[in-house]
């Protein structure tokens, strides 16, 4: 696989020119929220930005004009000294007077700070501004169109700009009166700066050319208010009384600015990205996703080391001092959001760095947060009082732990991509034998799939009674864990699989038990003469991408990849998509970081304060990738994640052969539709780049047998939509089984690792706020020959699958791995355990036990609250 080369201009473009883009859009973005016209965003964000910038180029005045004071002073020596001497001999004069005034001929180079500020600031306005699609066709009084050049003044055939030529006006008048008393030669420079703008801009965007024009206004505002009120000067005599800063407080600040840099742009994304690497790799285009981290990296750099270290460096003393100090309270402050008080998503969240059940915070949470800060400056300015030492040793020991910290998070990635890359470079096509004479067993575990829903979903599609026809529906069943890896192991491996067995077996690693259990089934069936397939299996090997090798060395088992294999718009998805990750990553970062009373303000629905009209670049077929959510009812764009699964599942048929022989097939398919967020178009809850169920939702019946469905947010909504999408596709293979003559002599088990906590149902809800059908998994099976939609209120588990899978066929089924029966006779021995995994990720729950999680009991009939007890967490 062909890795792409990061060059140095565009990471060093990233670290200097990004933050500023991420400002301006950040600025316009909430400017825009508020009011939607483009003139009023236009000066918002000049005087919003040129307001943050105030403090550096007033500090550049001064320092330009000490410098020029300095020159002004020495020039007579001078001009003496080159008069008097010649050669060698003059240069050595001179060297000795600057040596004796303290002076350095580069110091000449500080009357140009202000226009070295400029630079930066002119071209990340250029790309913003030139490419913000919200301006086109945007007319403002006689401009047309702001994403286009004036053309205000039409002579003939020829079109003259005007407004780069008053931005120039104002840039000259600007830079009069601020030049004001000063010899030519000291104009010249800003003279031919203006010029060079009128050149540059002549032809851009009006929009952009108004944005600076701005600019230039705000800075002739300045330089009139400077001649009335005078310049603000500071002598060296002052600047020695205010005493220089400390090496300590200099250090201090560097030392935390890279660890904000490090907190922000390393162990926040990488620790996000390392959860589930392969959520966000995609087979089409597979691209290692430790580039998220770098990007990341290189904006929290920017921000915190070179722009933040611009203000320092060009602070006085006595605000150097305060500038350390604030620095070191706000990554303090900053690591307790983080580590203590962040927002609990539960795991909620998309690859998009959607939350989708984030908790709203309290106003006591604000209080606590609010008094933090104010704790933790008071504290920061005691101790700097008394010594800098415990600062400094705090902030180093801080960045070596988040160092260490990010780099085992990319290692862990990069391990992770390197298994995914093996595992496609050697990727066959999937083959599923079914026999028309044999015996066939298929398992289809739909990931997330909520058992609960099945009664709303075949109510308002009728017709998939008939598609379902000789399946049992058991709704009173629960999973034994609310995630993958922990409900997963007992649906491929029964009762020895449960988190509870699990534990038990402490000398043994939970990776090793997690593989028993994916292999149990197939091995078994193989054993018995039975062609084994297992399809997209989770976690093989405890590694988020997937390691297969796991099934190499058993005869007559296949396993396969599928998802994401048959996703026409992957490479374009990943294209658009990325943007939108880099973007969310480093919004994500801020928003874990911020005070609870910011965090609205941040994290801005899903959006972190992006500008949504410039993420909306359609393709051929006219889809934007990914989807982005106006409420329950309303999208626009798709999730590509959601494609992946539904084009696997739509590919079942063409990856099916049907042999006339009596060869018998155990097939296990992982389909994570379900699993995959994503609004589809009512009624046939068909992929659609607009999505407008309104008036479809308000015409909803959401009460079945006396029970009602709560479809109020988004994320009830589309989880609804994904699970009637997974039983609609299903059904076209279906229909496909029974053309072909394998329906009858074919066992199908319908089943998923676990449910969710949607809030769906009032009365799945405990008192302590545990959400039943997050363990409340589909489970659904059709025996051979069954006929007719039954339902049964038989207590189940999904753990229960392997003995529905192989009954009537392999008598006395025996675990290969631990010599033991394989049986549902646990579920009748007593109460099952149910965990709720405070740490569910496979990266962190890697030794031989889960970490610490709550623990839930339940009996008979899950929809009885009196059969549930909670036991505590351990």
């Given at each position: 696989?062909?890795?792409?080369?990061?060059?140095?201009?565009?990471?060093?473009?990233?670290?200097?020119?990004?933050?500023?883009?991420?400002?301006?859009?950040?600025?316009?973005?909430?400017?825009?929220?508020?009011?939607?016209?483009p003139?009023?965003?236009?000066?918002?964000?000049?005087?919003?930005?040129?307001?943050?910038?105030?403090?550096?180029?007033?500090?550049?005045?001064?320092?330009?004009?000490?410098?020029?004071?300095?020159?002004?002073?020495?020039?007579?020596?001078?001009?003496?000294i080159?008069?008097?001497?010649?050669?060698?001999?003059?240069?050595?004069?001179?060297?000795?007077?600057?040596?004796?005034?303290?002076?350095?001929?580069?110091?000449?180079?500080?009357?140009?700070?202000?226009?070295?500020?400029?630079?930066?600031?002119?071209?990340?306005?250029?790309?913003?501004?030139s490419?913000l699609?919200?301006?086109n066709?945007?007319?403002?009084?006689?401009?047309?169109?702001?994403?286009?050049?004036?053309?205000?003044?039409?002579?003939?055939?020829?079109?003259?700009?005007?407004?780069?030529?008053?931005?120039?006006?104002?840039?000259?008048?600007?830079?009069?009166?601020?030049?004001?008393?000063?010899?030519?030669?000291?104009?010249?420079?800003?003279?031919?700066?203006?010029?060079?703008?009128?050149?540059?801009?002549?032809?851009?965007?009006?929009?952009?050319?108004?944005?600076?024009?701005?600019?230039?206004?705000?800075?002739?505002?300045?330089?009139?208010?400077?001649?009335?009120?005078?310049?603000?000067?500071k002598?060296?005599?002052?600047?020695?009384?205010?005493?220089?800063?400390?090496?300590?407080?200099?250090?201090?600040f560097?030392?935390?600015a890279?660890?904000?840099?490090?907190?922000?742009?390393?162990?926040?994304?990488?620790?996000?990205?390392?959860?589930?690497?392969?959520?966000?790799?995609?087979?089409?285009?597979?691209?290692?996703?430790?580039?998220?981290?770098?990007?990341?990296?290189?904006?929290?750099?920017?921000?915190?080391?070179?722009?933040?270290?611009?203000?320092?460096?060009?602070?006085?003393?006595?605000?150097?001092?305060?500038?350390?100090?604030?620095?070191?309270?706000?990554?303090?402050?900053?690591?307790?959001?983080?580590?203590?008080?962040?927002?609990?998503?539960k795991?909620?969240?998309?690859?998009?760095l959607?939350?989708?059940?984030?908790?709203?915070?309290?106003?006591?949470?604000?209080?606590?947060?609010?008094?933090v800060?104010?704790?933790?400056?008071?504290?920061?300015?005691?101790?700097?009082?008394?010594?800098?030492?415990p600062?400094?040793?705090?902030?180093?020991?801080?960045?070596?732990?988040?160092?260490?910290?990010?780099?085992?998070?990319?290692?862990?990635?990069?391990?992770?991509?390197?298994?995914?890359l093996?595992?496609?470079?050697?990727?066959?096509?999937?083959?599923?034998?079914?026999?028309?004479?044999?015996?066939?067993?298929?398992?289809?575990?739909?990931?997330?799939?909520?058992?609960?829903?099945?009664?709303?979903?075949?109510?308002?599609?009728?017709?998939?009674?008939?598609?379902?026809?000789?399946?049992t529906?058991?709704?009173?069943?629960?999973?034994?864990?609310?995630?993958?890896?922990?409900?997963s192991?007992?649906?491929?491996?029964?009762?020895?699989?449960?988190?509870?067995?699990?534990?038990?077996?402490?000398?043994?690693?939970?990776?090793?038990?997690?593989?028993?259990?994916?292999?149990?089934?197939?091995?078994?069936?193989?054993r018995?003469?039975?062609?084994?397939?297992?399809?997209?299996?989770?976690?093989?090997?405890?590694?988020?991408?997937?390691?297969?090798?796991?099934?190499?060395?058993?005869?007559?088992?296949?396993?396969?990849?599928?998802?994401?294999?048959?996703?026409?718009?992957?490479?374009?998805?990943v294209?658009?998509?990325?943007?939108?990750?880099?973007?969310?990553?480093?919004?994500?970062?801020?928003?874990?970081?911020?005070?609870?009373?910011?965090?609205?303000?941040?994290y801005?629905?899903?959006?972190?304060?992006?500008?949504?009209?410039n993420?909306?670049?359609?393709?051929?077929?006219?889809?934007?990738?990914?989807?982005?959510?106006?409420?329950?009812?309303?999208?626009?764009?798709?999730?590509?994640?959601?494609?992946?699964?539904?084009?696997?599942?739509?590919?079942?048929t063409?990856?099916?052969?049907?042999?006339?022989?009596?060869?018998?097939?155990?097939?296990?398919?992982?389909?994570?539709?379900?699993?995959?967020?994503?609004?589809l178009?009512?009624?046939?809850?068909s992929?659609?780049?607009?999505?407008?169920?309104?008036?479809?939702?308000?015409?909803?019946?959401?009460?079945?047998?006396?029970?009602?469905?709560?479809?109020?947010?988004?994320?009830?909504?589309?989880?609804?939509?994904?699970?009637?999408?997974?039983?609609?596709?299903?059904?076209?293979?279906?229909?496909?089984?029974?053309?072909?003559?394998?329906?009858?002599?074919?066992?199908?088990?319908?089943?998923?690792?676990?449910?969710y906590?949607?809030?769906?149902?009032?009365?799945?809800?405990?008192?302590?706020?545990?959400?039943?059908?997050?363990?409340?998994?589909?489970?659904?099976?059709?025996?051979?020959?069954?006929?007719?939609?039954?339902?049964?209120?038989?207590?189940?588990?999904?753990?229960?699958?392997?003995?529905?899978?192989?009954?009537?066929?392999?008598?006395?089924?025996?675990?290969p791995?631990?010599?033991?029966?394989?049986?549902?006779?646990?579920?009748n021995?007593?109460?099952?355990?149910?965990?709720?995994?405070?740490?569910?990720?496979?990266?962190?729950?890697?030794?031989?036990?889960?970490?610490?999680?709550?623990?839930?009991?339940?009996?008979?009939?899950?929809?009885?609250?009196?059969?549930?007890?909670?036991?505590?967490?351990?």
């Open positions: 696989m062909e890795r792409r080369q990061v060059s140095l201009t565009e990471i060093l473009y990233t670290i200097i020119i990004t933050p500023l883009q991420l400002l301006f859009e950040f600025i316009y973005s909430i400017s825009y929220d508020i009011v939607q016209n003139v009023i965003n236009i000066t918002v964000l000049s005087l919003a930005v040129n307001l943050l910038v105030l403090p550096l180029y007033r500090r550049a005045d001064v320092i330009q004009r000490e410098a020029r004071d300095t020159e002004q002073r020495l020039r007579p020596v001078i001009d003496h080159k008069k008097t001497f010649k050669g060698d001999e003059k240069v050595m004069m001179l060297q000795i007077y600057y040596k004796e005034q303290h002076y350095n001929p580069l110091q000449s180079l500080r009357s140009i700070i202000s226009l070295l500020l400029q630079i930066p600031f002119f071209i990340a306005a250029y790309q913003f501004l490419h699609t919200l301006l066709g945007q007319s403002v009084g006689p401009i047309e169109d702001l994403s286009k050049p004036d053309g205000l003044l039409v002579i003939g055939t020829v079109s003259i700009n005007l407004l780069p030529v008053l931005m120039t006006v104002i840039n000259i008048v600007s830079s009069e009166i601020y030049t004001r008393g000063q010899p030519f030669k000291d104009k010249i420079v800003l003279y031919l700066s203006a010029a060079i703008f009128l050149v540059l801009l002549y032809d851009s965007p009006s929009g952009l050319v108004f944005y600076w024009t701005l600019n230039n206004l705000f800075s002739l505002g300045k330089n009139i208010v400077y001649i009335i009120i005078g310049r603000i000067k002598t060296k005599t002052e600047e020695k009384e205010q005493g220089p800063v400390s090496k300590s407080e200099t250090v201090l560097w030392i935390c890279t660890y904000m840099a490090l907190l922000t742009g390393l162990l926040i994304p990488s620790s996000v990205v390392s959860s589930s690497v392969v959520d966000f790799v995609s087979v089409a285009n597979p691209l290692n996703p430790v580039r998220y981290v770098v990007y990341t990296l290189c904006v929290a750099s920017g921000i915190f080391i070179v722009w933040a270290g611009v203000f320092f460096l060009l602070a006085n003393s006595k605000s150097k001092k305060i500038f350390a100090l604030l620095m070191f309270a706000f990554a303090a402050i900053s690591t307790v959001n983080y580590m203590l008080l962040g927002i609990d998503n795991g909620h969240i998309s690859t998009e959607e939350i989708f059940t984030r908790i709203e915070p309290d106003g006591l949470m604000m209080i606590i947060s609010g008094t800060i104010l704790a933790i400056v008071f504290i920061t300015f005691i101790i700097a009082k008394l010594s800098d030492k600062l400094l040793t705090l902030g180093v020991a801080g960045m070596i732990s988040l160092t260490v910290m990010g780099i085992l998070n990319c290692t862990s990635i990069n391990r992770d991509y390197d298994v995914f093996k595992d496609i470079s050697s990727m066959e096509q999937p083959v599923i034998s079914l026999s028309t004479e044999g015996k066939n067993v298929v398992v289809l575990m739909l990931d997330r799939a909520i058992g609960s829903l099945v009664p709303y979903i075949f109510e308002e599609k009728s017709e998939l009674y008939d598609e379902y026809d000789g399946f529906y058991y709704p009173n069943t629960i999973s034994f864990g609310v995630s993958t890896n922990l409900g192991p007992a649906l491929y491996g029964g009762y020895e699989y449960t988190p509870e067995k699990l534990n038990g077996r402490s000398d043994v690693l939970l990776k090793d038990k997690h593989n028993e259990a994916l292999l149990l089934m197939p091995v078994i069936f193989s018995a003469g039975y062609r084994a397939v297992t399809i997209d299996p989770p976690y093989p090997n405890y590694t988020n991408i997937g390691d297969y090798s796991i099934f190499d060395n058993y005869e007559n088992v296949y396993a396969y990849r599928m998802e994401g294999l048959y996703n026409p718009y992957s490479k374009t998805a294209e658009q998509t990325d943007s939108v990750r880099k973007w969310n990553f480093w919004g994500y970062s801020i928003f874990k970081i911020a005070p609870s009373f910011f965090k609205d303000l941040l801005d629905d899903g959006d972190y304060n992006a500008i949504k009209a993420r909306q670049d359609y393709n051929a077929d006219g889809f934007t990738f990914p989807q982005h959510y106006s409420n329950s009812s309303i999208s626009v764009g798709i999730n590509s994640e959601y494609l992946d699964a539904l084009t696997a599942m739509q590919a079942l063409g990856c099916t052969e049907i042999t006339d022989n009596s060869d018998c097939n155990f097939v296990m398919i992982d389909n994570e539709i379900p699993h995959k967020n994503n609004l178009q009512c009624p046939d809850y992929v659609s780049q607009n999505v407008d169920n309104t008036e479809y939702d308000a015409g909803r019946n959401l009460i079945v047998d006396g029970r009602r469905i709560n479809l109020d947010t988004v994320l009830q909504n589309v989880q609804y939509d994904v699970n009637v999408s997974a039983y609609l596709e299903l059904a076209k293979w279906f229909d496909y089984l029974r053309d072909n003559g394998v329906w009858d002599n074919t066992r199908i088990i319908i089943v998923a690792d676990h449910g906590n949607m809030g769906h149902f009032d009365d799945f809800i405990l008192g302590d706020g545990f959400d039943i059908e997050s363990v409340n998994p589909v489970l659904m099976v059709k025996d051979f020959g069954s006929t007719g939609f039954a339902v049964s209120d038989e207590f189940m588990t999904n753990a229960d699958v392997p003995s529905l899978a192989m009954n009537g066929l392999i008598d006395d089924p025996v675990n791995f631990t010599g033991n029966s394989v049986s549902s006779e646990d579920k021995a007593g109460e099952c355990h149910v965990f709720e995994a405070a740490n569910w990720t496979v990266t962190s729950n890697n030794g031989t036990q889960f970490e610490p999680g709550n623990w839930y009991s339940v009996h008979d009939n899950i929809y009885d609250i009196s059969n549930w007890e909670y036991l505590g967490m351990q």
